[in-house]
Nanobody, 112 residues
């Protein structure tokens, strides 16, 4: 069982930036697929960005060119740099490790 703790959410104006962090417990972080998901009110949870253990990355079409996922295996941490934020990016953002390990989520609100 992997425990995940997200941080970095908050309120930002449209066009602004935030960086989310997710720290994982345990010693096998480097072996996990890591993903950032989000869930807006009334919508299904969706994959925003994912990074495999060998560094292969994929993004949702809605965030390509604006968001960047990265990982630091020495720190057991995965990041999501979010630039040019839009109101439609407002959601709770969750970190996921492997197939079934979820963090508690962090709220991102984009509003003027």
């Amino acid at each position: 069982q992997v425990q995940l703790v997200e941080s970095g959410g908050g309120l930002v104006q449209p066009g602004g930036s935030l960086r989310l962090s997710c720290v994982a417990s345990g010693t096998f972080f480097r072996l996990y697929f890591m993903g950032w998901y989000r869930q807006a009110p009334g919508k299904q949870r969706e994959l925003v960005a994912g990074i495999t253990r060998d560094g292969t990355i994929n993004y949702a079409d809605s965030v390509k060119g604006r968001f960047t996922i990265s990982r630091d295996n020495a720190k057991n941490t995965v990041y999501l740099q979010m630039n040019s934020l839009k109101p439609e990016d407002t959601a709770v953002y969750y970190c996921k490790a492997g197939l079934q390990n979820w963090g508690q989520g962090t709220q991102v609100t984009v509003s003027s």
